[in-house]
């Protein structure tokens, strides 16, 4: 047992956690002896009530949700077994009863509803699928064992059978488990036996007797030993568990009964430290074991900790080491799938500290890269795993995010091409990557491994990952002061590294308005076809109305509560398509018909008592349904609509008559913008194409296919850095975010994917902060990302959910916003009969000052800059910019900086930590000393040399 007094995980600590880091409210299968959980990096996968379906959850994303969890109809019967790859946490694969192995290539972020797409269909069983296992080593290798007695190999990038290993077994194989190299497989089969067996020679190399119940039994390979552990059912129905050795199945090397329970045991091994995991299916309680593996029979294992629950699980599921709270000295995490939700359980190592990274907790870890290929492995090559040391970032719960960029030539297949996931140690913004074959007999796990320079991709959205860091130490000697000299030395080496790209609009808190200065009662036409839903200024908002003509209720932007069942409207005659406010005069309205009509609304003072069916102005010039109307954001009294007759036209609304018309269009326009200083336009049409403008001249500038999905996209311009967003569709039904240079269209200069949403994203770019705001029609979340000349230039910086779907998201001008608590922005949101206002607030201490570096000056939005004749006449001019700050209000920037002396000052401390005179020295000292002494006076101590009183002197 010496072993485990020395052990560093002796202490482990395992408990269940808070219930806001559950996943409630789940409905899982009824099926008791499949494995109906896997865990990735990303993804929660589970089998659900409804049979052959897979529930999906984020597992960053615990707690409450609105709506049912996101579903994969993966089979025709029920699930059997799911298990993640290696190489990918955005492949999954699912085993079922109905005889066939499906590959499902995930978003990377769910949206709700059906999920996934199919890559690749694996048929050739004859009955249930038992098992599969991902090849440890080899990319696109897969292995299933069926209840047909056959062990089947899958050549995953083409979805073919390569080897069968027919006529090894004599009954249902009902559990496969790769060797360290994967050069064998142990298998454990209802025939009582346990086999390892070379797959490439279709041969057993060896066999032994297993459990000999009528139960499934379980096998696992540990690790880079020679060993097997092993559970199973005696033929009195006893559980038991057993270790083998793989180079002597004639007997185990320990064997032992544990209880008379009747649900499966399942066996998890964390290869890095030697923990082996028991759960029971239907049990309440799981047990951690440490594994030595040079003892034998007792002392071949070490039971830890037991983790008990009032509830019963179906099933448990390991998650990779990456996704591990390191510098909280986590070393596993498990999740229970129970009746009603998903339990994780932690498990840590007690630490005085935990200021410092522990290393030598987390030796050696199989990486994300694939060693070999499946042509490699096939044609008869063997590699062990590569390793990384694992190293935390500096936001331990930063989850691991795969590169947006193509997979490497190892990993890419026709039918399996989703990018391979980097790990901690190789982080996507680390100049350096610590990667290491290992040995094909490798021992000591936490030898040092050689850093090789590599160059990776940089992480796009939706998270920026950071690099692996590990702090540098300083040692003195026991009896010399901390200098500062050495705290010097330690802050200089530390002081230049940057964990996390700076950005002052990280941590935009949203807040909504009390129910009660919300506006409820809002009756909106949900069937018209609008581009907007919702549109507002600093006076009125308008949405349409529940009704006949096309009627658009004008609403006072003060009254708020609920609004009276016959509000002030316009009727426009025929379904009004889209509106939109004039900057420059908060009560001119422009409504576009489905009768090809631009109508203009002067709204009297206060707004509408009645219905208003006598438009101001009355201007035609399409021939087919007006789409989208829009005024140009400087120049005064000049309007652009868009048309089913794929055309653009400009109106001067002052002189009442079309002053340029804009074709060149395939299809229907979608969308209309405005560069800097108005004087080119950006449109996206369904036919793909995102186009730029001059639209006085009539002429085409570029034009570029910026999304290939079948659903239309939107574009916008970035204020005055040239350049255009536009978000849209791929083939996959993948909503993107494309980032386009407009003097150069011929390629993105960024291009990510959000999720598999099917609603239209509407871009909203904020030019002062330099913010894009996305929400997608249907959505209940608004996405918030940072554009600047920082690669890859679209970062991803937080998200705004809510449970309530938008149907749309209206910007209120910049002098709405409180800039006393620094609000940066603010909208207006309309969810089905209701609309509230959203704050945008960036977190600051020092509030009493105008905090500028957040607040610069502003575009004045309300004053034209140039008249309509002289920029029809080819005159340009740029806007005008007006300061937000308060009468009042000092600057931040003008404020002298104060001092603050450090309360805790890292670098002093820790030396000093380094060079404390600790309990432990102090005893070593005490006892050496006590030796030396003795071995002076002939082992004898002083008190042995005193001279006492005789007995005979005692009375």
Known sequence: MAFRNASKYRHTIGAITKKEQWFPDVKPT???????????????????????????????????RSGEPTTIHAHSAEITDLAFSPFSDHLLATASDDCSVKLWELPRELSGGSSGSNNVTLNGHKRRVESIKFHPSASNVAATSAGDKTVKLWDLSNGKEVLSLDGLHEDIVHSISWSWGGDLLATSSKDGKIRIIDPRAKSVVRSGEGHKGVKASRIVWLGPTDRLATTGFSKTRERQFGLHDSRDLSKPLHWTTLDNSTGILDLMYDVDAQLLVLAGKGDSSIRLYEINDSGSGKEAFQELTTVSSPDMHKSVASQPKRALDLMNTEVLRMFRLTQKEIVPVTYTVPRKSKTEFQEDLYPLSPSTQPALSSDDWFAGQNATPNLVQLKPTSNPNVWWQESSSAPS??????????????????????????????????????????????SSPAVSSPAVSSPAVSSPSVSHSASSPVTQKAVDNLTDSTKNIQVVRS?????????????????????TNFSAPHSSFLKANSTYF?????????????????????????????????????????????????????????????????????????????LRGHTRRVTSVDFHPLVNNVVATSSFDFTVKLFDIAAEKERASVGDHEDAIISVGWNFDGSLMVTASKDRFLRIF???????????????????????????????????????????VCLWDAKDLSKPLHLSEMDQGAGVVTPIFDPDTGVLYLSGKGDGNVKMYEINNEAPFVHFLTEYRSALPTLGLAPLPKKMCNVKTCEVASYL????????????????????????????????????????????????????????????????????????????????????????????????????????????????????LMEGTEDSEWD
């Open 30 to 64: 009824s099926a008791s002896d499949f494995n109906t959980i896997a865990v990735g990096g990303a993804y929660i996968a589970y089998a659900n009530s409804t049979a052959g379906t897979v529930g999906l959850l984020d597992v960053r994303n615990p707690g409450k």
């Open 503 to 523: 950005s002052k609009y990280r941590h935009i808190a949203v807040k909504g308005t009390k129910p009660e200065a919300c506006y409820s009662n809002i009756q």
């Open 409 to 454: 030539a190892s990993t890419s297949s026709p039918a399996v091409s989703s990018p391979s996931v980097s790990s901690p140690a190789v982080s996507a913004s680390s100049p350096s990557v610590e990667v290491k074959s290992a040995p094909a007999e490798e021992k000591k796990r936490e030898e040092p491994v050689a850093a090789a320079s590599t």
């Open 542 to 618: 308008v949405v349409p109305w529940r009704g006949t003509g096309g009627q658009v209720a004008v609403i006072p932007f003060k009254r708020t509560g609920r609004q009276p069942d016959k509000v002030g409207l316009v009727e426009c005659g025929s379904e009004c398509l889209d509106f939109d406010f004039n900057p420059f005069d908060d009560s001119l309205l422009a409504t576009v018909t489905e009768s090809a009509l631009l109508q203009l609304w002067k709204i009297p003072e206060g707004g509408y008592t009645s219905v208003e069916r006598n438009p101001t102005t009355v």
């Open 694 to 736: 001059d639209p006085r001249s009539n002429k085409l500038v570029s034009k570029v296919e910026a999304h290939d999905g079948a659903k239309g996209f939107k574009a916008t311009w970035l204020g005055d850095r040239n350049q255009i967003v536009t978000v849209g569709h791929s083939k996959s039904s993948m909503r993107q």
């Open 829 to 944: 949101k309309l969810s089905g009969e209701t609309v509230e206002q959203l704050h945008f607030n960036v977190p600051r201490t020092k509030m009493e000052f105008f905090q500028d570096d957040i607040f610069p000056p502003t575009r004045q939005v309300d004053k034209p800059v140039i008249s309509a004749d002289d920029w029809f006449s080819g005159k340009n001019a740029k806007p005008e910019f007006v300061s937000l700050k308060p009468a009042g209000m000092t600057p931040l920037s003008e404020v002298a900086k104060e001092r603050k002396e450090k309360k805790y000052d890292f670098a002093t401390e820790r030396a000093r930590e380094d060079t404390a005179f600790t309990k432990e020295k102090l005893m070593d000292r005490f006892f050496a000393q006590t030796g030396e002494y003795r071995e002076t006076q002939g082992q004898k101590l002083k008190q042995e």
